[in-house]
């Protein structure tokens, strides 16, 4: 799909030396980016290297501090986002932006009819409109149902629908497969193929790096604020890509082929049963062990770790932690029994967002920072200094906002806390889901270094490279039950692959 480069075409969009800065800090510092009708444009970068900022600025939402852009060969006028719209510029952003009580047909209509400020609505003409675009793009949406009960696919698609109705010429695609099945992503990108060749120029935001390069034209990555790398996507690899977004060639992480598993299990599951979501699972866990979970969107993978958790408590079964055995009927429970929990969405489910980064990381062990009913400063900055600098998580300082801090960051700082806290068994729900190369080997490398101390690790994930990477066994759930396990040297790309897709 990756075709062939556009460069000898007149571009859609020229910004040329963007520079952007917030007080002392420089965001951007002389980028530039070329935009061609018909290609698909991979803007790739650690957390924090500037896309963000970049695409803020290509869209109207802020204003370049230095340098120029034009559109169609002549100098912009946008100021605000609605002016980049009227240029054909939009953005799909992670959250999509979606009105989950309104139609499909409504979410995808109701940008452009607003534009035309109009004092009344027409359902039927907004209807026919919304049509007409899913026919266009070839897809099977429902234009009736309501966007809450869609699928993260379909919304996906609602998105970019609408993007059209908006007449986008330049659609910036902000991590639209993060939270997708492979055969939901193989989909997306069929349909960005179709906007390619409908003539749109496609931005493409990713940090998996393999579906960018096979959708791909050209490619430009930033590190810290500065343009580092572009060219034809023909001349990278995932490999060269990561390179040029850290600065260092990655290290391959593999973990130890088995792990020993006579004694007592850290974790033992039993006869765990959800009704409508699993039934009778079984789990044995050991000291030392990182154990896949994985499956489907919809197998019960992550119903069994919230079960575990007693966040969504079991209907039977028990849970039991080294000597002691219970039903976990709240997080307390849980707690209480040695284990700890790092959720897939770190945003409404992990932190405090507006709360410093110091506060984040401290409350699961405030207790022991208290006594006679006041807080240890010293105690709470000694942990909180041991938290940054173990797992590197980047700051201007303890104090700042969570909501400061880039995506893997933020996973960080959830990370931090729960090693604070330092359970007996440690479970993540998609520990790397939405951060960038660098940051995924840091937070790995960093469980790898726990389990290596003796915590029992289990991650629910379908990343297949993560689970190859640190894994010495992996357990597949199919339809809420126990499937097929895959241990040690066995743990492979191509078996996981086929496994999930069987």
Same mark, same amino acid.
């Given at each position: 799909?990756?075709?062939?480069?556009?460069?000898?075409?007149?571009?859609?969009?020229?910004?040329?030396?963007?520079?952007?800065?917030?007080?002392?800090?420089?965001?951007?510092?002389?980028?530039?980016?070329?935009?061609?009708?018909?290609?698909?444009?991979?803007?790739?970068?650690?957390?924090?290297?500037?896309?963000?900022?970049?695409?803020?600025?290509?869209?109207?939402?802020?204003?370049?501090?230095?340098?120029?852009?034009?559109?169609?060969?002549?100098?912009?006028?946008?100021?605000?986002?609605?002016?980049?719209?009227?240029?054909?510029?939009?953005?799909?952003?992670?959250?999509?932006?979606?009105?989950?009580?309104?139609?499909?047909?409504?979410?995808?209509?109701?940008?452009?009819?607003?534009?035309?400020?109009?004092?009344?609505?027409?359902?039927?003409?907004?209807?026919?409109?919304?049509?007409?675009?899913?026919?266009?793009?070839?897809?099977?949406?429902?234009?009736?149902?309501?966007?809450?009960?869609?699928?993260?696919?379909?919304?996906?698609?609602?998105?970019?629908?609408?993007?059209?109705?908006?007449?986008?010429?330049?659609?910036?695609?902000?991590?639209?497969?993060?939270?997708?099945?492979?055969?939901?992503?193989?989909?997306? /990108?069929?349909?960005?193929?179709?906007?390619?060749?409908?003539?749109?120029?496609?931005?493409?935001?990713?940090?998996?790096?393999?579906?960018?390069?096979?959708?791909?034209?050209?490619?430009?990555?930033?590190?810290?604020?500065?343009?580092?790398?572009?060219?034809?996507?023909?001349?990278?690899?995932?490999?060269?890509?990561?390179?040029?977004?850290?600065?260092?060639?990655?290290?391959?992480?593999?973990?130890?082929?088995?792990?020993?598993?006579?004694?007592?299990?850290?974790?033992?599951?039993?006869?765990?049963?959800?009704?409508?979501?699993?039934?009778?699972?079984?789990?044995?866990?050991?000291?030392?062990?990182?154990?896949?979970?994985?499956?489907?969107?919809?197998?019960?993978?992550?119903?069994?770790?919230?079960?575990?958790?007693? /966040?969504?408590?079991?209907?039977?079964?028990?849970?039991?932690?080294?000597?002691?055995?219970?039903?976990?009927?709240?997080?307390?429970?849980?707690?209480?029994?040695?284990?700890?929990?790092?959720?897939?969405?770190?945003?409404?489910?992990?932190?405090?967002?507006?709360?410093?980064?110091?506060?984040?990381?401290?409350?699961?062990?405030?207790?022991?920072?208290?006594?006679?009913?006041?807080?240890?400063?010293?105690?709470?900055?000694?942990?909180?200094?041991?938290?940054?600098?173990? /797992?590197?998580?980047?700051?201007?300082?303890?104090?700042?906002?969570?909501?400061?801090?880039?995506?893997?960051?933020?996973?960080?700082?959830?990370?931090?806390?729960?090693?604070?806290?330092?359970?007996?068994?440690?479970?993540?729900?998609?520990?790397?889901?939405?951060?960038?190369?660098?940051?995924?080997?840091?937070?790995?490398?960093?469980?790898?270094?726990?389990?290596?101390?003796?915590?029992?690790?289990?991650?629910?994930?379908?990343?297949?490279?993560?689970?190859?990477?640190?894994?010495?066994?992996?357990?597949?759930?199919?339809?809420?039950?126990?499937?097929?396990?895959?241990?040690?040297?066995?743990?492979?790309?191509?078996?996981?692959?086929?496994?999930?897709?069987?």
């Amino acid at each position: 799909m990756s075709g062939s480069s556009t460069a000898g075409t007149e571009p859609l969009l020229v910004a040329r030396d963007i520079r952007k800065q917030y007080g002392g800090v420089i965001a951007l510092d002389g980028v530039s980016l070329t935009l061609h009708a018909g290609e698909v444009h991979c803007l790739a970068g650690e957390n924090g290297s500037g896309k963000s900022t970049l695409i803020k600025i290509m869209s109207g939402v802020e204003v370049q501090s230095a340098g120029t852009i034009t559109v169609d060969g002549r100098p912009r006028a946008a100021q605000n986002p609605r002016d980049a719209m009227q240029e054909g510029i939009d953005v799909i952003f992670q959250d999509l932006a979606l009105f989950p009580n309104l139609t499909v047909a409504e979410n995808i209509a109701i940008t452009s009819v607003l534009a035309r400020r109009k004092r009344t609505v027409s359902l039927s003409a907004m209807r026919t409109r919304a049509a007409a675009i899913v026919s266009e793009l070839g897809i099977d949406l429902d234009i009736d149902a309501y966007v809450e009960d869609l699928t993260i696919a379909d919304r996906q698609l609602t998105a970019i629908c609408r993007s059209l109705a908006k007449r986008a010429r330049v659609i910036f695609m902000d991590e639209p497969t993060t939270a997708l099945t492979r055969r939901e992503v193989d989909n997306l /990108l069929v349909v960005v193929e179709r906007l390619r060749a409908g003539g749109a120029a496609i931005v493409f935001v990713s940090h998996k790096l393999d579906e960018v390069l096979a959708v791909s034209q050209r490619v430009t990555v930033l590190r810290n604020g500065s343009l580092v790398a572009e060219g034809d996507a023909a001349d990278f690899t995932p490999e060269s890509i990561s390179r040029a977004m850290t600065g260092r060639d990655l290290a391959e992480l593999t973990p130890t082929d088995t792990v020993r598993s006579e004694g007592r299990p850290a974790l033992s599951v039993q006869a765990l049963t959800l009704g409508g979501a699993f039934e009778a699972i079984d789990l044995d866990v050991h000291p030392g062990e990182i154990l896949g979970l994985t499956g489907l969107l919809g197998s019960g993978r992550t119903e069994i770790a919230e079960a575990i958790m007693g /966040l969504a408590p079991a209907d039977s079964g028990t849970v039991t932690v080294g000597a002691r055995t219970q039903a976990v009927r709240s997080i307390r429970d849980a707690l209480d029994l040695g284990l700890g929990y790092v959720p897939g969405d770190r945003l409404s489910q992990g932190l405090f967002i507006e709360r410093s980064i110091s506060d984040n990381m401290i409350v699961g062990t405030i207790a022991e920072q208290t006594k006679a009913g006041f807080i240890s400063r010293q105690k709470v900055d000694r942990e909180v200094s041991e938290g940054i600098a173990g /797992l590197t998580i980047k700051a201007a300082s303890a104090q700042a906002p969570v909501s400061s801090l880039s995506g893997g960051n933020q996973q960080r700082v959830v990370l931090a806390r729960e090693l604070a806290r330092r359970p007996v068994v440690l479970l993540l729900n998609s520990p790397t889901v939405g951060v960038d190369v660098g940051s995924k080997e840091g937070i790995l490398e960093a469980l790898q270094a726990r389990a290596a101390e003796g915590m029992a690790i289990v991650i629910i994930s379908d990343d297949v490279s993560e689970l190859v990477s640190v894994c010495h066994r992996v357990v597949f759930i199919k339809r809420g039950r126990v499937g097929r396990s895959l241990t040690g040297s066995a743990i492979t790309v191509d078996d996981i692959t086929k496994e999930l897709a069987a």
